[in-house]
């Protein structure tokens, strides 16, 4: 009993401290516990969804992230998978470092936030709707402003590896779950994009890893490598920027975890979209 009362005057303490992150005007918590305490407050408002970790985050413009633990998986499909292709060689995969994915791709509404226009071809969806027509090199100056604007650390695109191990979630099928419980493509979205997180999330608590539209990563797209790699960062050099997740338009087999396709960097198009990465 003696150790549990001689806390309380440290947690008084830190809840006046998190006071100061409180805006009056909306009601919105933001603010980063340090780990050695175990977890992180989330700044989500009223849903009280966590990770099975608990760490979560919401950032100024509501962009909600949640850590993805340090692993070892494996990438790419089995040659039993069906429609699998010739670039998904399976190899083995270990991230070191755990890391946030933003628990859903950047609306049009967050987009605007930060860059002040909205190029979406499906702009009448509104502002809940994932921002399309955007390239590589756009999400880039996005990444850019958004760092300016929050000043708390990296914002980034993930890596190829990073963006599979994030939509797997400890799962090594084609997807995370039933197709059609997990994402909009070409069997069940009436030809546009839809809402985020309308549809089932991953293990993770990751929504439209499959379907809705493509997601931009940080590597340029070649060939796998033949063996277990830590932490990889892509080919060196190339022409295209790789792009996972299939979209509204594509096939059920567009939209398997270990589908990879790819565009080059100034390609701008309704499938294109993308979510963001945060690291320490």
């Not at 980063?32 to 760490?55: C, H, N, W, Y």
């Not at 090594?172 to 059609?180: I, N, S, V």
Request: net charge positive.
């Amino acid at each position: 009993m003696m150790k549990r009362f001689a806390i309380m005057p440290s947690l008084l303490i830190l809840f006046f401290f998190l006071g100061c992150f409180l805006t009056p005007s909306k009601g919105f918590l933001w603010a980063f516990v340090p780990d050695d305490l175990g977890f992180v407050i989330s700044g989500q408002e009223g849903s009280g969804r966590t990770a099975p970790s608990g760490k979560t985050f919401t950032n100024s413009t509501g962009m909600t992230f949640v850590q993805i633990p340090a692993g070892t998986f494996m990438m790419g499909s089995p040659s039993s998978e069906p429609n699998r292709a010739s670039d998904e060689t399976q190899h083995r995969v270990t991230l070191t470092k755990p890391f946030y994915m933003q628990t859903t791709e950047v609306t049009q509404g967050q987009w605007k936030a930060v860059m002040g226009n909205n190029p979406s071809h499906f702009n009448s969806c509104g502002d809940s709707c994932p921002v399309e027509q955007v390239s590589w090199n756009d999400c880039q100056e996005f990444i850019r402003k958004l760092n300016q604007r929050e000043g708390n650390g990296a914002y980034r695109l993930p890596t190829e590896a990073e963006w599979e191990y994030a939509c797997r979630a400890g799962t090594t099928g084609p997807y995370y779950t039933d197709l059609d419980r997990a994402g909009w493509y070409s069997g069940n979205s009436n030809n546009r994009t839809h809402p985020v997180a309308q549809k089932t999330p991953n293990a993770w608590g990751l929504y439209d890893m499959h379907g809705n539209v493509y997601e931009w990563c940080q590597d340029w797209f070649g060939d796998y490598p033949g063996g277990s790699v830590t932490d990889p960062k892509g080919s060196s050099s190339g022409g295209s920027r790789v792009i996972r997740g299939g979209s509204w338009r594509l096939y059920a087999r567009n939209c398997r975890s270990a589908y990879r396709c790819y565009n080059t960097p100034d390609v701008r198009n309704n499938n294109n979209g993308f979510r963001v990465a945060w690291t320490k």
